[in-house]
Structure formats: C-alpha cells, structure tokens
Antibody
C-alpha cells in the first residue's frame, strides 16, 4: 500500500527556515515524480514544486522560486522541501503528492499534509 | 495559462451536476486534465485523470470530459449522494508548471 507521511511543519517566525520531509512507503521514490502542493487556511490548492523521478529536473512556482528547494534522498525513500526566508503568506498545509507530474497519473496519491505557520 | 471554476454549485440528491473548468491563456486540450475531490478536513483524492479516466475505486457516477470548442473541461457526477458534498479542483499543466483551478464547493441538497 502506498503511503506518504509528511512531517516538519510547525510555527516559525518570518524570515525563518523549515525543512519538510515526506516519508514514502509502498513504492520506490526514485522512479516516481514527486510534487509539493500547499493550501492556505480556507483557500484552494496551490502548486509549489515538482521533481522528476531521476531528480534531474526541478520546477518551482514563481512565489517560492529562490526561497524553496525540493530534493530527495532515495536511500531513505524520502522527499524534502527546504523552505528559507519564510513569509506570512507561506502559512499553509503542505502536501506531498506522488505522480501528479512526471509520473503515472493513474497512481496519484496524496499525503495527509503538514501545517506550516509563519507568524511572529 | 489559468483554470477557472465556479465558486460553488448545488444540486439535489439523486440528480446530476456538472462542474466546469475553463482554460484561459492556452489550449486546455494541450495537456491532460485531472479532477480532485477534497472533503472537509481531509487531503484531496483524485477522481478523474487524463481527462476522462477513473482510478480504481472511484464509482462510475463520476465522469470527465474536455471540449476543445469551449476550451473547457467538465466533471459530471450523476446520482448525487450526500457523500459527494466536497470541494472539487481541476488541474492541468503549463509547460513548466502545474496549474490548479480555484475549486468548486459542491453542496448536495
């Protein structure tokens, strides 16, 4: 069974940093494209970043380009999102998603999300 | 490229409802469209992929289509049930990005 478990969220001050993790099980991370999607409280879904199965290609939303970095550790079957220079508008639940891009769309799966709150 | 959805729709139990997803700034037919259902307090789940395909476990009451003439995609749910009450999002791609519609809140009366 495919499982995605996000962690690393929490309360951080503006300008601070956080690293989110997404532990994958039930499949091999390195052969699947992975994506981070966020959802601000009471708002819609917003794409954040994607990484190809090989890790050779990464893409970012304009709103996070230069501040966020997506990466993966295939030995740990874990996806990461390093978030720097956080802003109040980054407050959201962050979901990791399998196969939404660079993958088999019939196998799309979402984690349960981790909440990031940026506030002083 | 943007995807625009109605903010909300409502229909009675047992009836059929269609949620639209209009593409602007490009052709919606250029890339696959997916649809996600999100119930309150839960993560989204996919209900339609590649314009019209249903993942295993999704009932055939859910169907998807894309119309080149109107540059739009649609999600149709027939035989509405109270459990279908949720937010629905369309999603596609724009070259180097993933694009989501703003979401539609479906109320089952």
């Amino acid at each position: 069974e495919v499982q995605l478990v996000e962690s690393g969220g929490g309360l951080v001050q503006p300008g601070g940093s956080l690293r989110l993790s997404c532990a994958a099980s039930g499949f091999t991370l390195e052969i699947n494209g992975m994506t981070w999607v966020r959802q601000a409280p009471g708002k819609g879904l917003e794409w954040v970043s994607s990484i190809s199965g090989s890790g050779a290609r990464t893409f970012y939303a304009d709103s996070v380009e230069g501040r966020f970095t997506i990466s993966r550790d295939n030995s740990k079957n874990t996806l990461y999102l390093q978030m720097n220079n956080l802003r109040a508008e980054d407050t959201a639940t962050f979901y990791c998603v399998k196969d939404l891009w660079f993958g088999d769309l019939s196998s799309v799966a979402w984690g349960q999300g981790t909440l990031v709150t940026v506030s002083s | 490229f943007m995807l625009t959805q109605p903010h909300s729709v409502s229909e009675s139990s047992g009836k059929t409802v269609t949620i639209s997803c209009a593409g602007t700034g490009g052709s919606i037919a250029s890339n696959y469209v997916q649809w996600y259902q999100q119930r309150p307090g839960s993560a989204p789940t996919i209900v339609i992929y590649e314009d019209k395909q249903r993942p295993s476990g999704v009932p055939d009451r859910f169907s998807g289509s894309v119309a080149r003439s109107s540059n739009s995609a649609s999600l149709t749910i027939s035989g509405l049930k109270t459990e279908d009450e949720a937010d629905y999002y369309c999603q596609s791609y724009d070259g180097t990005s993933v694009v989501f519609g703003g979401g539609t809140k479906l109320t089952v009366l």
